[in-house]
């Protein structure tokens, strides 16, 4: 499995892996622009077999709300909720709240349609330098580059009826259109930073092959089973449901 996939890590670079949502974040400063409000939808239909198919449950959070750059709330029990965008700068924010409360924080509850693929790995590293863990509860939303955030967890968690997704990314160069030489190199570039942080974080290959496959304006959808056997999270959904009910 390892060998087919750093061999389509090679291929890789043939395509352009574009996250859309990082597109309108770094094109911000075009006039007029709002990167917020896209008529992209939050919530992708699944690619299953080529077919657009809807997601397994809707989030409970409104898209107005999930299209906001993304906010902190630290909540009783050390629960540092994230909910919004992972708009640029929403790592340098993270970094300063930590600073700030740290030491109350125990988790971080993920609530995301994605965004910035460089601050969610930054997220991503600190979480896991300050030992935290992660979280995404029943019907909230972690797709796009969000799962990159949910990779740093000690500990990861989705509840039943979590929402966790992932497609093509690719790091955005504003409104300067790269060549194809360029796109092919930075496409590759990407796809090995984001597969080396994955196995660093302890994430088993195959989860990135899945994102490779889909294209950006489609989710791959976890199931339970995925998310365990590709250890994105290490309590499994019926261990996890039950802990709740204590």
């Keep these: 499995m390892r060998g087919a996939f750093f061999g389509l890590l090679a291929a890789a670079g043939a395509f352009l892996f574009v996250d859309i949502r990082e597109m309108s974040l770094e094109n911000a400063s075009l006039p007029g622009h709002d990167p917020m409000i ?41 629960l540092l909720k994230a909910e919004g965008s992972i708009d640029l700068g929403a790592a340098d924010r993270f970094a300063a709240e930590i600073a700030a409360r740290g030491e109350y924080v125990k988790a971080v509850s993920l609530n995301s349609p994605g965004g910035s693929v460089e601050d969610a790995l930054a997220m991503s590293k600190l979480i896991r330098e300050k030992g935290l863990d992660t979280r995404v509860a029943t019907k909230a939303l972690c797709a796009s580059s969000c799962p990159l955030v949910f990779a740093g967890g000690v500990a990861r968690e989705a509840a039943e009826n979590a929402i966790l997704g992932v497609h093509q990314v690719f790091n955005g160069n504003g409104d300067q259109r790269p060549s194809p030489e360029q796109a092919m190199s930075e496409a590759q570039r990407t796809t090995a930073r984001i597969a ?51």
Excluded: N
């Design 38 to 78: 896209t008529d992209a939808p939050v919530l992708p239909p699944a690619l299953t077999d080529g077919v657009p198919q809807a997601p397994p449950v809707e989030p409970e959070s409104a898209p107005e709300v999930l299209r906001q750059p993304m906010r902190f709330d630290l909540q009783p029990g050390g």
């Design 196 to 246: 080396r942080h994955l196995d660093e974080m302890g994430i088993a290959d195959g989860l990135w092959i899945h994102a490779l496959e889909t294209p950006p304006d489609r989710l791959y959808y976890l199931t339970p089973q995925e998310m365990a056997d590709f250890k994105l999270v290490t309590t499994p959904v019926a261990t996890a449901k039950k802990t709740v009910k204590k």
